[in-house]
């Protein structure tokens, strides 16, 4: 009964260096999302994708990219970490209507 | 376009006072309507939600919520604050009209409770 797993938990990145930050589900929702927290912004969407090999824009998706090659897995990447990316990250997924699912979150720090 | 008006960025009560968190929303279609709680260095956790059933939507901890689509509004409230309760508020409105996939947050409600 894992529901939403984020990996990692912390990371530190230099300015100009590339990571991905893993989402995995396993309550076969079609709908995954990615959304960044910042203090005092809420949440803001950065992609989510409707299906595998389906993946759209949010609201701040500039400076990420993702993927959607199966149902279970939908990862972020940062290409050239920049400090405007520090924050707290946060994977979701839902079916249908349902409520979001949420994962435990990755907190980010951009040097 | 949808959007999510949290009228209080703080709210701060004493321990067994009522909680009122404030909520308005816009939305072209017909709603649905979340509240979710998040603990210091927590995910987020649903509270309750609304998808035209009843107007009052009980969740959990003793929490609960009206909507109210003359007034836009789906306020949460709880009778008696306990110190768990002290956390961030989310209201999140999807609509289910339209584009079904895309939901959007307000900024939060910060809700301190006093011993």
């Known amino acids: 009964n894992a529901g939403v797993t984020q990996t990692p938990k912390f990371q530190v990145l230099k300015t100009g260096q590339s990571m991905t930050l893993q989402c995995a589900q396993d309550m076969n929702h079609e709908y995954m999302s990615w959304y960044r927290q910042d203090p005092g912004m809420g949440l803001r969407l950065i992609h989510y994708?409707?299906?595998?090999?389906?993946?759209d824009q949010g609201e701040v998706p500039n400076g990420y990219n993702v993927s959607r090659s199966t149902t279970e897995d939908f990862p972020l990447r940062l290409l050239s970490a920049a400090p405007s990316q520090t924050s707290v990250y946060f994977c979701?997924?839902?079916?249908?209507?349902?409520?979001?699912?949420f994962g435990n979150g990755t907190r980010l720090t951009v040097t | 376009a949808q959007s999510v008006t949290q009228l209080d960025s703080h709210v701060s009560v004493s321990e067994g006072t009522p909680v009122l968190l404030r909520c308005n929303y816009s939305s072209s279609y017909s709603p649905s309507l979340f509240w979710y709680v998040q603990h210091p260095n927590k995910g987020l956790q649903l509270l309750l939600k609304y998808t035209s059933a009843a107007t009052l939507v009980k969740g959990i901890n003793g929490f609960e919520a009206e909507f109210k689509k003359s007034e836009t509004s789906f306020h949460l409230t709880k009778p008696s604050a306990h110190m768990s309760d002290a956390a961030e508020y989310f209201c999140v409105v999807s609509d289910r009209g339209g584009s079904n996939y895309k939901l959007t947050f307000g900024k939060g409600t910060l809700l301190t409770v006093n011993p």
């Open positions: 979701a997924s839902r079916l249908g209507d349902s409520p979001l699912h």
């Open positions: 994708s409707v299906g595998a090999g389906i993946t």
